[in-house]
């Protein structure tokens, strides 16, 4: 099975200060994506990345940046935290070469921002 | 662009009463199309995809869904809801490039009433 790992379940940090948000999968996925998880908002994509040091825009990439060093590894990272940037971070990957391959999700990092 | 709409934010059923949830889509082509799961607490997982070929697809824990492209429809259906199906479900729609992204509903909250 694929194993989609976040470093942090939960995370409390104040306005200001940048936050690194860490996701790593074990079955070397080209795609991995960042989600934000609001309520009545549904899941709205940030970022995503097809390959390593390959990195796309989502549909709010604002406020937001993402590194992949590694093809198992991509970071989001959070240049100066906002309290409305308080949410539920999922990360996902999936497997480019399979046509609608569908995504593997980790089990999300709650974030707030004080 | 593709869109996904899930018309029902909340729905609650009587265990072992049949559920139905809805789910409309728009895109270009023929879609890929996913429903995914997510209890408290957790990532999403995936229930079932739709390719191509039969139009009514079975997924895990006994749920099914059926295409229905003349209304741009994807409902998902179980005959007998467990009170473990308590959850709260997402509708996606990708396209058949292995670098596309995929589209989430906004979700829509199942309750069970014993």
């Known amino acids: 099975d694929v194993k989609v790992t976040q470093s942090s379940r939960y995370l409390v940090k104040r306005t200001g200060e940048k936050v690194f948000l860490e996701c790593v999968q074990d079955?070397?996925?080209?795609?991995m994506f960042w989600y934000r998880q609001d309520p009545g908002l549904g899941l709205r994509l940030i970022y995503f990345?097809?390959?390593?040091?390959?990195?796309e825009k989502g549909d709010i990439p604002e406020g937001y940046s993402v590194s992949r060093e590694k093809k198992e590894r991509f970071s989001l990272i959070l240049e100066s935290a906002s309290t409305n940037q308080t949410s539920m971070y999922l990360c996902?990957?999936?497997?480019?070469?399979?046509?609608?391959?569908?995504?593997?999700f980790g089990n999300g990092t709650r974030l707030t921002v004080t | 662009a593709q869109s996904v709409t899930q018309p029902d934010i909340h729905i609650t059923v009587s265990e072992g009463a049949s559920l139905e949830l809805r789910c409309n889509y728009s895109?270009?082509?023929?879609?890929?199309l996913f429903w995914y799961v997510q209890s408290p607490g957790q990532g999403l997982q995936l229930l079932l995809k739709y390719f191509s070929g039969d139009t009514l697809v079975q997924g895990i824990k006994g749920f099914e869904a059926e295409f229905k492209r003349s209304q741009s429809s994807f409902n998902l259906r179980k005959p007998s809801v467990h009170w473990s199906d308590a959850a709260e479900y997402f509708c996606a729609v990708g396209g058949h490039s292995g670098y596309s992204t995929l589209t989430f509903g906004k979700g829509t909250m199942l309750l069970v009433s014993p």
């Open positions: 895109y270009g082509a023929t879609p890929y």
């Open positions: 996902a990957s999936s497997l480019v070469k399979a046509r609608g391959s569908p995504l593997h």
């Open positions: 990345s097809y390959d390593v040091k390959m990195k």
């Open positions: 079955m070397d996925h080209e795609n």
